[in-house]
């Protein structure tokens, strides 16, 4: 019931800068995760980065110090900042929440943004 909505994709030179953003529908309560995955052609999507709702993040070791993974609860968003680009971080990005339900893990995902890195 939970819609994802993102933006913030594009085209950057390596070495620059992009912010994504994904905006929830609704209110999160309870126990969750909220995630970026990629997916580069011809590769299976990976994790990226997470945040909980208690604010614990963790990074892919490809990422880590240059990638920072935030939300603001107030307005229900996901934000991804990206800085110092390289062209190994082209891929599409996905906007993931997951709940942890009494019955287990439910995940909902956004659309997905491309962003390529040129050399």
């Known amino acids: 019931q939970v819609q994802l909505v993102e933006s913030g994709g594009g085209l950057v030179q390596a070495g620059g800068s992009l912010r994504l953003s994904c905006a929830a529908s609704d209110s999160i309560f309870g126990l969750n995760a909220m995630n970026w995955y990629r997916q580069a052609p011809g590769k299976q999507r990976e994790s990226v980065a997470t945040?909980?709702?208690?604010?614990?993040?963790t990074y892919a070791d490809s990422v880590k110090g240059r990638f920072t993974i935030s939300r603001d609860n107030a307005k229900n968003a996901l934000y991804l900042q990206m800085n110092s680009l390289k062209p190994e971080d082209t891929a599409v990005y996905y906007c993931?929440?997951?709940?942890?339900?009494?019955?287990?893990?439910?995940?909902?995902w956004g659309q997905g943004t491309q962003v390529t890195v040129s050399s």
């Open positions: 993931n929440l997951r709940q942890f339900t009494t019955w287990g893990p439910q995940d909902y």
């Open positions: 945040i909980t709702s208690g604010g614990t993040t």
